[in-house]
């Protein structure tokens, strides 16, 4: 299960760079959400995983580490208000630039690239 | 702490004649004289004591972490070189009082020269090396400013800019070293390091910290090849000539050599490096002198090879040579001091600089005339003056060395050469100037100076002729004190006597007197010579070397910085791989040995869609509406992994968060285009996909490492504490609202400011309204389904319910503050997209940001209520009460802390989500001053 996740986790992440990478604001966006989940497991994980063992007092004898849940559980919080600060950003950038490039700009040997292709 | 005194002394002194700059010149430079006076006096008290051979110490703490303490140590070195600051600066304060004329502006001269006292003295007093280099950095910032006085001149600022540019470099290098020596020695305390002589030169970096340091001090010091500064900063006014760039400043990286002696010298690198530099600048200073027009000209290369003949004393590595190195420290700081005056006075008087129009002013300044030629002979090593003793000094050494192996005798050969240039280019000052015919073009006639313009310099010149015919009195004692500092050892015997009978070095004289004034009277055929020899401008070199400097960093700067984000970005998660990736290869195994759960058919099924959906969001990032509900997918997948690995509350908050995230993302796309076009290139697609695989590899390999090793985890403590501590039974809760409240604290205060932030980024935006979608279909016109319009209604009151039901069992069961407020917010918003905002004003008019300020005060409070009870802030209370018909039930304070929560969720989400909402309607945000 554990290589299951790793997996999961490396190949999130991997999307999330992927989109990063892209130049308009939007990808990046969404990439940036898909690295948040990420990395939201990355940090659940390093408290191991256990099945059936809510960190609830009373309820069974093998808890889950409650310490990496109550970071990540902030953390999706504030990863939401990071993203909507960063598409917020996106749109005013748009609509103060009238483009929604990442550098506020379109590149100019990028678009002659693009009647290219 | 009177020690401390001699340091603040000046430093006061630099704000007296700013603040008596309305007052008479005399005044100002009286009333600007009496702190360093004080100094000079305090220094003199503790003279006995240093003379007895202690070395007085006074340290301040100040960061003494880091080894930065404010420590002063005055030993015969620093009382040496102290007595040549702060005697030489009071006499510079009267010339200059003299020397500068009305429209000059006396406040700020005297206020950069009191600055640079300052520094000087912190550069001698320092007993640690940071606060050493920082003295050090500050006299090349007040040299720079004095240089550049004259502004209005080109030639007084370049020399000023030149000056500091290589004096700011040396320094850096100096910092350097002064790191690795801390590094070495494990202290930044000068006692230490002095103490630690041999560690250093044994130390695998001595070589790199050798040569560091010696470029600081060669730079300050004007030492070949960096000696092309100094003739350059002679566009300074004289009295600034005088005092740094004869008797203080330059001496400041001799003053190191002869401070880290004990430390430094003594190895073949420290003979080969500073001996060698030494003599190639004795001799060519004193050969270009000779060849100098300008009377300043002539005296800077004169400095300049003096300065080496200093270093060459002190790269000997004997002691006797350091001592006869101190010594000529002294001599040359009192006759070259003199004789820049006394240039400075020709200068005044006369109009002029050049000796092709100075002649025959014998006759009219007759006293200045004596008591010039009497330093210039100083300078020229005649006898019964002061510096033919350390001449003496210094030809005996060259005989005693044998570093050269059999090739040794070519030493003492060099330096009578380097000597009989001396005397030439003394010969070529007094004769040239003062006699041979008559001044030619002179714009004035040429008399003596004011009274008291020429006493620094009588002061000075008497002190030269002291020296020279009764040493033992006059200087004994500090030279012995000096030297004793330097060395760190007892002092080898050495005698002052004029007189050593007739023996090799007086020889040495005899040949460099004779040689010197048959070379000046034979000056035609060499000076003939020397016009055919191609000449470099100095300073065009330089500044041309700078231009193409400045011109190669800002290409390389314009290559690395050239505003392209995703450039950067792939700097820097190339960093990530690298940085994260080596250690993994220096793993042997990722398994760690905790065995693995099972896989079963929901985790497998789970994880597919994951995969899935994940790739589809890449595959599909273009349009980005299949994207958006692409990544909710993934969004809700990762809600049930963390169902499934035991974390409800994860799951709770991830659920809630992706409702509000997608509505968010949905709404952006209304303001954004619909449609990524396409622009990378097949290459760029290529190395992305390469980048990011790397990325998800590294990462992925760590996660699985960190999963498969056995662990101990801190929270047994917070398993054991959450019910007795804080009252309640759902630990992660419990966490947030009571162990860690303050991290959360912290965290409502970031979504706060975030929702804030978004809010003012809203206001005042021009506003476009698409009116169709991406592909130029119309918007529907049914606004407000009213399918969704009925059900929302009756949800409302269901979903606020739920909320609260969440709340309250959240410190038990899964739930809490953040989920219910997350619940509240959806089922708000819902209210908004199913009636619009005009239905939603009418009935609930609130401004968010007050809501968000409301919940952090209410978390604020109840932290701070805990200091009532004399509690630390965010201590949590609780206790069980027994309520008829309601039965026990727990109050804790965490409730209230968690309510605080919860309302800056509600707040903080609705502001986002209403702001961007009301994007497209009348009540959009506008700028108002009273938000």
Known sequence: MESLLAGCIGFLTACGVFLLLRGRTFPVVVGLTMLAYAVNLFLFSSGRLTLQGAAVLGTTDNYADPLPQALVLTAIVIGFAMTAYLVILAIRARADLGNDHVDGKLPENESSRKESR | MTLLWILLLPLLGTLVPVLTAHWRRSACAMVTAIPPAFALMILLYHGSAVFAGESLRYTLGWIPLLGMDISIRLDGLAFLFSLLILGIGLLIILYARYYLSEQDSMPRFYAYLMLFMTAMMGIVLSNNVLQLWLFWELTSISSFLLISYWWHKSEARRG?????????????????????????????????????????????????????????CFTKSAQFPFHFWLPN????????????????????????????????AGTDLWFLLVSITGLTTLLVGAYLALFKHDLKGLLAYSTISHLGLITLLFGMGTDLAAVAGVFHIINH?????????????????????????????????????????VAAAAMAGVPLLNGFLSKEMFFAETL??????????????????????????????????????????????????????????????????????????????????????????????????????LNLPLLMSVVALAGGALIYINRKHLFDFQNTLPGVDAINTFELAMKVLTKRCQQFYGWLDNGSLQRYLVFLLMAIVVLAGMPLLQLDTLFGGRPELPVDAVNATGAAMLLISAFATVVFHRQRVVALLMISVVGLMVSIAFTRFSAPDLALTQLSVEVVTIILLMLALFFLPHKTPKQSSPTRVIRDISLASMVGVVIGSISYAIMTRPFNTISDYFLANAKTGGGGTNVVNVILVDFRGFD??????????????????????????????????????????????????????LALMVSVFIFFRGHNLPGGGFIAGLVTAVALILQYIAHGVEWVKSRMNIEYQRVVAVGLMIALLTGAASWLFNKPFLTSWFDYFDIPLLGEIELASAIAFDAGVYVTVVGSTLLILASLGKMTTSHRPVHTESI
């Open chain 2, 400 to 501: 005693h060395q044998h570093l050269l192996g059999s090739l040794s005798w070519i030493i003492p050969v060099l330096a009578t050469v380097a000597a009989i240039f001396s005397v030439a280019y003394s010969m070529r000052f007094i004769h040239d100037v003062f006699f041979n015919g008559k001044p030619k073009g002179l714009t004035k006639t040429p008399h003596e100076p004011p009274r008291y313009m020429r006493m620094p310099v009588e002061v000075l010149v008497v002190l030269c002729i002291l020296v020279g015919v009764a040493p033992g009195y006059i200087v004994g004692d500090l030279l012995h004190a000096a030297s004793f500092a330097v060395l760190g050892t007892e002092v080898p015997a050495y005698s002052l006597a004029i007189w050593h009978g």
């Open chain 2, 233 to 264: 900063a002679m566009a300074a006014p004289t009295p600034v000539s005088a005092y740094l760039h004869s008797a203080t400043m330059v001496k400041a990286g001799i003053f190191l050599l002869a401070r880290f002696y004990p430390a430094m």
């Open chain 2, 744 to 797: 959360t604290f912290g965290e409502i205060a970031v979504l706060g400011i975030a929702s804030l932030g978004i809010f003012k980024l809203l206001t005042r935006i021009p506003v476009f309204k698409p009116s169709s979608d991406g592909e130029g279909r119309p918007w529907a016109l049914e606004r407000h389904p009213v399918l969704l319009a009925t059900v929302s209604q009756g949800l409302l009151p």
């Open chain 2, 333 to 373: 700081a009192t006759f070259k001091a003199s004789l820049f005056m006394a240039a400075g006075i020709i200068d005044h008087e006369s109009g002029s600089r050049d000796m092709r129009k100075l002649n025959g002013l014998w006759h009219f300044m007759p006293i200045t005339a004596t008591l010039a030629m």
């Open chain 2, 160 to 216: 000023a800019r030149m000056a500091l540019a290589v004096t700011g470099a040396g320094g850096l290098c100096l910092l350097a070293a002064l790191l690795l020596l801390g590094q070495i020695t494990g202290s930044y305390d000068l006692d230490v390091i002095l103490a630690s002589g041999a560690v250093i030169q044994q130390h695998a970096w001595y070589p790199l910290v050798l040569v560091l340091f010696l470029l600081g």
